[in-house]
Nanobody, 123 residues
Framework: QVQLVESGGGLVQAGGSLRLSCAAS????????MAWFRQAPGKGRELVAA????????YYAGSVKGRFTISRDNAKNTVYLQMNSLKPEDAAVYYC????????????????WGQGTQVTVSS
């Protein structure tokens, strides 16, 4: 079992950058596919980015491709989301999630979730 704790959210002006971190407890982090989701007020939860166990395969939602970068450091049990050129529509609660399977980054159920971190983007 993995416990996930996000950090790095905050208020930033449009065009600015933030880096989110997700620290995982437990020895099995390196066997988990990891992802970042977000949920804006009144909207459903959206998969933003995902990364395979090795880090060699990534997925990005079309709305963030070219601006966001997901990465992981298995030695530090941490996954990151570097967010550049932020837009007001990127404002949301960002959640880190993991699942103990490799393969499809998009489909399937992410089993473990963090509490979320708020990202606010001012125009």
């Amino acid at each position: 079992q993995v416990q996930l704790v996000e950090s790095g959210g905050g208020l930033v002006q449009a065009g600015g950058s933030l880096r989110l971190s997700c620290a995982a407890s437990g020895r099995t982090f390196s066997t988990y596919t990891m992802a970042w989701f977000r949920q804006a007020p009144g909207k459903g939860r959206e998969l933003v980015a995902a990364i395979s166990i090795s880090g060699g395969n990534t997925y990005y939602a079309g709305s963030v491709k070219g601006r966001f970068t997901i990465s992981r450091d298995n030695a530090k049990n941490t996954v990151y989301l570097q967010m550049n050129s932020l837009k007001p529509e990127d404002a949301a609660v960002y959640y880190c999630a993991g699942k103990p399977v490799d393969g499809d980054l998009v489909r399937g159920v992410y089993t473990y979730w963090g509490q979320g971190t708020q990202v606010t983007v001012s125009s």
